[in-house]
């Protein structure tokens, strides 16, 4: 009989806990009526973006709209490579972008305390950076601050004075830019304040010092839902903008249109008007062009739109910038080169640990054990493959008709593809199988390619797909258009940043 009343004691107390936590906020997120083509775009590091909170998010939103949901594959722990690979997100095309690094740097430099002062300062310069590209590229930003609580016993944390000091920084950041700003930080240690008895945490929000558990997930799911939504209300009858064909919904070759809709779907009776100018967003008035039918576009164009009623406006001004791309010029061969028509050479390397790409995209040569040929760009001709591999495959793509053209890697774990040195499919780090896509502008001819895989353990995939803009789906790339040079170790001198 005890045993069943310390049972019913323990479950009552678990849930008062849940009790204080609003998961309202997220359910409210949840039934905001989001057009398709919305994205929130959560940027998050590896210790952030691994956390049940956004799970909680997406299901949320997915049960009643088909708003896009995602997160970065976790960039770094560092700040100065989250800058350095910031521009991917902006490629995303995002509607919402939310801004939630962590500062486990801190904990790793929590005994130096020129490193600490040189952290924080970094973390600085990265957020504001984000934030005025994000604007300057008309996304709506929310900002939340790292939390990194630990175990709390009878002790502080030895960084907890440099933690406060971040959190009041981000806020000065919002302020600064009139971004919204989640305190998660303030928010998890006035929890915690009410929620501690004499040996440990009650409800305990992290465990293994950097990650929540349930309780802190659905924590933080109600705070950055809360936030979410006072984007939302900060920009009443904000429109998107669709932009078809396209790269990335924001960059077209030869012709496109663009089409505009609300993203609160629920709005009925309303007019759009717009405006179209080559230098800058224009004020939006009842004397505005009403939109009726997709705008034409074949050169740089800043649209800014607005919803009415009537000669009301009734939503904030929502503004998207379009560029023409120009096409990837091809190779020219080099005197003395020849290309071969037997697909692309793989280099494979056996033994490796890792989660992510190496650095500069260079896998360690100490670990090389073979190389061959692949006409299929998947696992089926390459062999010796040891439990934790890598790839590096390189060569040419032969583009026989100029235009946009889409490359996805299906993955477990992490792989990138460059063309021409440019990074066009980034679906990096440690995961299970998942696809990533990206799109490029290519002219007729031959173009480098390279593509990255490393396997980490477990279970493995790897396939790589493309399609051009009149393709409907995605298809292995024909082996008859993968080419190799005659003297292929000059691709390893060039630089793939």
Not at 116 to 122: A, C, F, G, R, Y
Not at 212 to 221: K, V, Y
Request: proline share 4%.
């Amino acid at each position: 009989m005890k045993k069943y009343l310390v049972c019913i004691i323990i479950f009552t107390f678990s849930l008062v806990v849940f009790a204080q936590i609003d998961r309202g906020q997220v359910d409210s997120l949840g039934r905001f009526p989001f057009h398709e083509n919305t994205k929130i775009y959560f940027i998050c590091d590896n210790v952030t973006g691994n956390n049940q909170w956004f799970n909680y998010i997406r299901e949320a939103v997915n049960r009643t709209s088909k708003a896009s949901v995602v997160r970065n594959e976790p960039f770094s722990d560092k700040m100065t490579n989250i800058n350095m690979q910031f521009d991917t997100v902006l490629d995303k095309n995002p509607t919402i972008a939310v801004i939630y690094v962590g500062m486990s740097e801190l904990a790793y430099n929590r005994n130096d305390p020129d490193a600490l002062k040189t952290v924080i300062e970094d973390y600085e310069k990265t957020v504001r950076s984000m934030v005025e590209k994000l604007k300057d590229n008309y996304v709506l930003p929310l900002i939340v601050t790292p939390v990194l609580l630990g175990e709390k016993k009878h002790e502080p944390n030895p960084i907890d004075d440099e933690l406060n000091t971040v959190a009041e920084l981000t806020v000065k950041i919002g302020s600064d830019y009139g971004v919204p700003v989640i305190n998660l930080r303030d928010i998890f240690v006035n929890y915690l304040a009410q929620h501690k008895n004499d040996e440990r945490d009650a409800g305990v929000l992290t465990n293994d010092g950097l990650y929540f558990n349930e309780n802190g997930s659905w924590l933080a799911a109600a705070e950055i839902s809360r936030g979410i939504l006072q984007v939302i209300n900060n920009n009443p009858g904000y429109l998107l903008f669709s932009l078809n064909p396209s790269t990335n919904n924001l960059e077209f070759h030869g012709r496109a249109q663009i089409a505009i809709f609300p993203m609160d779907t629920s709005f009925k009776d309303t007019t759009i008007r717009f405006s179209t100018s080559t230098t800058g967003a224009r004020t939006i008035n009842e004397n505005s062009s009403q939109y009726d039918n997709p705008i034409n576009i074949s050169r740089d164009l800043i649209v800014t739109a607005a919803m009415f009623v009537g000669q009301a406006k009734i939503g904030v001004d929502s503004t998207r910038s379009f560029i023409k791309a120009e096409p990837l010029s091809p190779i020219e061969t080099p005197e003395g080169m020849s290309l071969i028509q037997n697909g692309l050479i793989y280099k494979l390397y056996n033994e490796l640990s890792l989660n992510g790409m190496p650095r500069e995209y260079i896998f360690p040569e100490e670990k090389f054990s073979g190389s061959g040929y692949t006409k299929s760009l998947t696992l089926n001709d390459i062999t010796n493959l040891s439990e934790n591999f890598a790839l590096d495959i390189i060569g040419y793509i032969e583009i026989k008709d100029g235009g946009i053209y889409s490359f996805k890697t299906t993955s477990d774990d992490g792989s990138v593809l460059f063309i021409d040195k440019k990074l066009i499919v980034n679906n990096d780090g440690s995961h299970g199988t998942q696809s990533v896509e990206g799109s490029v502008v290519l002219a007729p001819g031959f173009h480098p390619i390279r593509i990255m895989y490393f396997q980490g353990g477990g279970g493995y995939a790897f396939d790589v797909f493309w399609k051009s803009v009149e393709d409907n789906d995605f298809t292995i790339i024909p082996g008859d258009i993968l080419y190799s040079e005659s003297f292929p170790e000059i691709y390893y001198t060039q630089e793939h940043k």
